[in-house]
């Protein structure tokens, strides 16, 4: 009888040992060539990494928000490149921000933690050299001959991408990495919890790319607390038309557009996406990845983008494209149509005010109860709630 119980326990213990090694190996498997691999009993919690690019003008205070934000949803490890511009061929100097700038600019993101890499605009523009080849790719031709405004910076952003995505890979500890931009906050709803961890845990290992549909703050007020951050106070957005009934956008739409914008949207619509860390992954532009793997749309998640939140803001934006300077069309300021007009608007700061209230602001409030009511604004509180409990402060949250 003892025999028989001995070699029943040596069974048990052979079978149990065949589930830790199968399952080690499977593990593997499922994360060879996308990131690390995580063996049985190990910590296997994911590290995202978010990419962004920042300079003339970015708010510190926005910054320091940003990743305080991004900090509280899961965000692990930031990229941060500062944008000098290109170098003038002539004068082989940056030809925007400058070095006070870049260095007070510093200094405020090396103090946020060190979970942030930062690269200077030296570093930035080196970086961009190594990847150089990329301009030749197809997907970024139709920008390289841009030399100011949103060709030139789709250009630089798309390549610090790339740097981020090499930084990522030779460290192998990061899992995900996301491009949003410093005006940009990522929402991962999801009934398992407000977090990119566990949004992106739940992937099929098939899944190497995950497209982010973008919603868009409507500001309500035209003038802003100028300590505070557009993540505290805006909580009105313009949902993406694709979280919205096509019967219901076509009747509403116009109504969103106030009639006179050219656009539902002022800015893009086509989200921003998120890429599995593998030996394939590589950017493709600065909203998408490519890579070998599948590529779906979040139901769970979105961009909260707040690219117009008040008229000092919309000024910053308007001061940023050099084309003029450069003796080039104001049109090739930007992709945007609504940012072309921005281009154009004449120096007289009351009456960019009075049109920027007219075009941007929702001070109508008959037309927010009706699109509110309709499904195309929604409230969204998470940067307020997110903020006031991440990095509370008395003078903004009131």
Not at 349 to 361: L, P, Q, T
Request: overall charge positive; charged content about 25%; hydrophobic content about 40%.
């Amino acid at each position: 009888m003892a025999t028989i119980v001995f070699v029943f326990v040596v069974f048990v213990v052979v079978v149990l040992l065949l589930v830790v090694v199968t399952g080690t190996i499977a593990i593997g498997v499922a994360h060879g060539g996308r990131g690390r691999a995580h063996s049985v009993g190990a910590s296997t919690r994911l590290v995202v990494g978010a990419v962004t690019t920042v300079g003339r003008g970015a708010s510190k205070t926005d910054v320091k928000d940003w990743l305080a934000y991004h900090r509280a949803v899961g965000v692990g490890r930031f990229y941060v490149f500062y944008d000098g511009g290109e170098r003038s061929a002539s004068e082989g100097a940056e030809t925007a921000g400058t070095m006070e700038d870049e260095e007070t600019f510093r200094a405020a993101v090396d103090g946020a933690g060190d979970d942030v890499v930062f690269f200077g605009s030296e570093m930035a523009r080196k970086s961009r050299e190594r990847f150089d080849y990329l301009r030749r790719e197809p997907f970024l031709a139709p920008y390289v001959n841009g030399t100011c405004g949103a060709s030139a910076l789709f250009v630089r952003q798309t390549l610090h991408l790339q740097s981020a995505i090499e930084k990522a890979r030779a460290s192998g500890d990061v899992d995900w990495l996301v491009h949003v931009d410093a005006d940009e906050l990522i929402a991962p709803f999801s009934p398992r919890g407000f977090s990119v961890e566990s949004l992106f845990a739940s992937l099929p290992s098939n899944v190497d790319r995950v497209v982010m549909p973008n919603h868009e703050a409507v500001p309500e007020s035209a003038f802003e607390e100028e300590t505070c951050s557009p993540f505290r106070t805006a909580t009105l957005f313009r949902k993406n038309h694709r979280r919205v009934h096509p019967t219901v956008y076509r009747r509403f739409a116009h109504s969103a557009r106030r009639g006179v914008n050219p656009n539902y949207f002022l800015a893009y619509a086509n989200g921003k996406s998120a890429g599995r860390v593998t030996k394939s992954l590589r950017a493709n532009g600065a909203h998408r990845f490519k890579c070998s793997g599948v590529e779906i749309t979040c139901d769970e998640c979105a961009v909260l983008h707040y690219p117009f939140s008040s008229v000092r803001r919309a000024a910053t934006r308007l001061g940023r494209c050099d084309c003029d300077a450069k003796g080039e069309s104001t049109d090739k300021c930007s992709f945007l149509s609504f940012d072309r007009e921005l281009a154009k608007f004449p120096g007289d700061a009351d009456a960019f005010a009075k049109w920027f209230i007219e075009r941007v602001v929702e001070t109508n409030a008959t037309r927010r109860r009706d699109l509110l009511s309709a499904g195309v604004y929604e409230r969204i509180l998470a940067g307020t709630l997110v903020l006031r409990r991440a990095a509370p402060f008395e003078a903004c949250d009131g």
